[in-house]
């Protein structure tokens, strides 16, 4: 008979000690090729982050800076507008009052001078100088022959109704002892008190003795270079004949000459405010001032790096 085998013949499989050893191994080893594949994740991760954060750190200083130098441009060009005058500049048309009142044009002239000056003192009258026609060796003393007998001014073009006038309408009366005498006339302007400055000279015109026939228009549209300010008038007479200085008429010798509220056209303007039209589509969109654009973008840029460093 064949043998059978007991009970106690089966026994439990035993593990094997270095396969054990050997699963944990393999376990460590994924466990920590997998740690270290999300450590590197991870690092690069945070190293992406902070290039992304210094890239946009980059950009908002850029913004900031040009921001800025557009707002430094903006101002440097109304200063400079607002306070750089290159000499003057205006349109004087003359006439005797025979012609302005028969209607005839009479003679236009477009004067240049050199810039105003407004700083230094002034005489009663300055005489034969490097800016009046008359020659360095006129006499600098009014002559007995010739006087004024009146002078008026008629001021207009105010368009900006601020009070300054940038039109000077001026009429007045020169008289003589002789029977006819050619002269001209050198019209001067004293801002603010200040030195006397050439605006206008006539051409010759003849005087009869002590007719009103011969009063002598002159008027002038200042241009430029001239800041809004009280101003004094001055006219000087010369004789055609030799260029001697023979007659002055100011402020000190009629209150028609004396504190004229003055500007030129290029300060005489109507400001018209910005209007703001703000257009809602479907993209966005609208035009606004160049100001109201700085400021939106100072705005957004302020919001920005909130968000960003928060």
């Not at 750190?57 to 800025?68: D, F, G, S």
């Not at 001014?153 to 109704?161: A, E, G, I, R, Y």
């Not at 605006?199 to 241009?223: H, P, R």
């Not at 270079?225 to 008429?249: K, M, N, R, T, W």
Request: with cysteine; charged share 20%; hydrophobic share 40%.
């Amino acid at each position: 008979m064949g043998s059978r085998s007991s009970f106690d013949d089966f026994s439990e499989p035993q593990l094997n000690t270095s396969m054990i050893w050997t699963c944990h191994v393999r376990r460590f080893s994924i466990d920590s090729w997998s740690g270290g594949l999300n450590g590197i994740q991870g690092a690069r991760d945070e190293d992406r982050l902070m290039d992304t954060r210094t890239y946009y750190a980059n950009r908002t200083r850029m913004l900031a800076a040009t921001i800025v130098a557009a707002s430094a441009v903006i101002f440097s060009a109304n200063t400079f507008a607002d306070t750089t005058d290159v000499g003057r500049t205006s349109i004087t048309t003359q006439s005797t009052r025979i012609q302005r009142d028969n209607g005839m044009t009479g003679t236009v002239t477009e004067d240049e001078h050199a810039t105003l000056v407004i700083d230094g003192a002034r005489s009663r009258s300055p005489g034969p100088t490097a800016s009046s026609k008359a020659t360095l060796q006129a006499a600098q003393t009014p002559n007995s022959d010739f006087w004024f007998y009146s002078a008026d001014v008629l001021l207009f073009n105010d368009h900006d109704d601020d009070g300054y006038f940038h039109g000077i309408d001026l009429l007045f009366d020169a008289d003589t002892y002789f029977i006819e005498a050619d002269v001209y006339a050198v019209v001067y302007l004293s801002y603010e008190g200040g030195p006397w400055n050439e605006y206008a000279a006539t051409e010759i015109f003849t005087l009869y003795g002590t007719e009103s026939s011969d009063e002598f228009n002159i008027v002038t549209e200042l241009l430029s270079g001239y800041p809004a300010g009280s101003y004094d008038l001055l006219i000087e007479l010369f004789d055609a004949y030799d260029d001697s200085f023979v007659a002055y008429f100011g402020p000190d010798d009629t209150s028609e000459l004396a504190f004229l509220p003055l500007e030129d056209a290029d300060r005489d303007v109507v400001i018209v405010p910005d209007i703001i039209i703000v257009e809602e589509h479907h993209h966005g969109g609208g035009s606004t001032s160049g100001w109201f654009i700085l400021a939106l973008g100072l705005v957004a840029l302020s919001r920005f790096r909130r968000v960003l460093f928060a």
